[in-house]
């Protein structure tokens, strides 16, 4: 059974320039969740999707943005990159329903975007 | 303010001994939900174990256990005979809903925990 898998794994970027990632969740699961951890901190919560719509989001500018297709896979989609968007993307997938807090998420290895 | 603490930036500690890593959170919901999470340097985010608001016993997984003491705020995770795969990065979560259906985990900065032999 395929755990969460993204795409790609490592990408460098220009400053300036917009980055798409891609995540398809863990077969079962219906909800996308995703994190940005820089270096040497915890990840932190950017979006989560649940029926194609933002259900949640963090503190982060609306230069990041997201969509989730109807087979339940995900894209984080961020603009006009800046060199401290530097950073571990990571996706989680968790099965859908609201306030159920024993679910835990399932995470993939995450894409590691560098911008120069 | 910080909602997740973990005061322990790293730590060492021989194989086959006991180790206590600390978490302590801040909510002001009475339902949450806490996790632990390993994750070495592949990056992949390891789900270890939950402990519920509401649980009445401290949870266990295996050589996992979480220390959780409600009315203090912890929720301390115990790796009970510490291996040399133990070696990675531990991060504390929390999943609150204060506004109802609010899903998103809010992690503590993590403890770089090293196993020698």
């Known amino acids: 059974d395929a755990g969460v898998t993204q795409s790609p794994t490592h990408l460098i970027k220009t400053r300036g320039q917009q980055v798409t990632l891609r995540c398809s969740p863990k077969s079962g699961h219906d909800t996308v969740s995703w994190y940005q951890q820089a270096l040497g901190q915890g990840p932190q919560f950017i979006f989560q999707y649940y029926e194609e719509e933002e259900r949640q989001r963090g503190n982060f500018p609306d230069r990041f943005s997201g969509h989730q297709f109807p087979n339940y896979s995900s894209e984080l989609n961020v603009n006009a990159l800046l060199l401290g968007d530097s950073a571990l993307y990571l996706c989680?997938?968790?099965?859908?329903?609201?306030?159920?807090?024993?679910?835990?998420?399932?995470f993939g290895s995450g894409t590691r975007l560098t911008v120069v | 303010a910080q909602k997740i603490t973990q005061t322990q930036p790293g730590m060492f500690v021989q194989e086959k001994e006991a180790v206590t890593l600390d978490c302590t959170y801040d909510?002001?919901?009475?339902?949450?939900?806490l996790f632990w999470y390993k994750q070495p340097s592949s990056g992949e985010m390891i789900f270890l174990i939950y402990?519920?608001?509401?649980?009445?016993q401290n949870a266990t997984e295996g050589r996992y256990s979480l220390n959780f003491q409600k009315a203090r705020k912890s929720a301390n995770l115990v790796i009970s005979a510490s291996q040399l795969g133990d070696s990675a990065m531990y991060f504390c979560a929390m999943r609150d809903s204060p506004g109802g259906g609010a899903d998103g985990l809010t992690f503590g900065k993590g403890t770089h925990l090293i196993i020698q032999p």
């Open positions: 989680a997938s968790s099965p859908g329903g609201v306030g159920i807090l024993h679910y835990g998420y399932t």
């Open positions: 402990q519920g608001s509401y649980d009445q």
């Open positions: 909510t002001s919901d009475p339902s949450y939900g």
